[in-house]
């Protein structure tokens, strides 16, 4: 028998890369857009980042793959979880407010080691090589396909103001890298 892969490592280079990408400028707002608008899957549209970090264009079969391996996961306990914790943003009646803020901080904490091992089920499905050297024109061009390659396999076709938050994400990737540069790369990989 195979032998599972462990989960919950301290030592996880795709969640610290998804993390730092993450807590850039306009990238929440970015991510929460296309998720509104999409039902994108975050962590699968980071994994195209880290993908392309890592020198890797996605083929349709990969693409397929983590979608399939990610999806069940996602779609009944990350966004289960997602939804309770909105549920009680507002509060619950008749519990105090206090009592259901507390809860829904724990569920953030929960709903956040879900996309941890979302994650990590993403980083198994489709094993990469370490990251290149930092935003080589290789890497941009194969996370930018990748992040397209993912609104394909969603039947997506994107809208100026999807690109402009896929643009903002890939900036996020790729910090190093001329603006011009990751914006003309965004163009060539959704026309």
Not at 118 to 145: D, G, M
Not at 158 to 170: K, Q, Y
Request: glycine letters at 8%; charged letters at 20%.
């Amino acid at each position: 028998m195979a032998k599972s892969p462990d989960f919950m490592t301290e030592d996880f280079p795709f969640w610290t890369f998804s993390l730092n990408v993450y807590e850039s400028a306009g990238v929440p707002e970015a991510c929460l857009a296309l998720q509104e608008a999409h039902g994108i899957d975050v962590n699968l549209l980071l994994y195209c980042g880290w993908a392309g970090a890592c020198g890797t264009a996605l083929n349709d079969a990969a693409m397929n793959r983590c979608l399939e391996t990610a999806g069940a996961w996602h779609g009944v306990i990350v966004r289960g979880l997602r939804g309770l914790r909105r549920r009680l943003k507002d509060g619950f009646d008749p519990v105090p407010g206090a009592a259901a803020e507390a809860l829904r901080k724990k569920i953030l904490g929960v709903e956040l080691d879900a996309e941890k091992i979302e994650q990590e089920l993403l980083a198994h499905a489709v094993p990469l090589a370490p990251p290149e050297a930092a935003s080589s024109p290789h890497s941009i061009r194969a996370a930018a396909a990748n992040m397209a390659g993912y609104f394909s396999a969603l039947g997506l076709r994107e809208t100026p103001a999807d690109r402009a938050h896929v643009l903002t994400v890939l900036r996020a990737c790729f910090p190093e890298a001329d603006a011009e540069t990751i914006a003309a790369v965004i163009d060539a990989a959704f026309s």
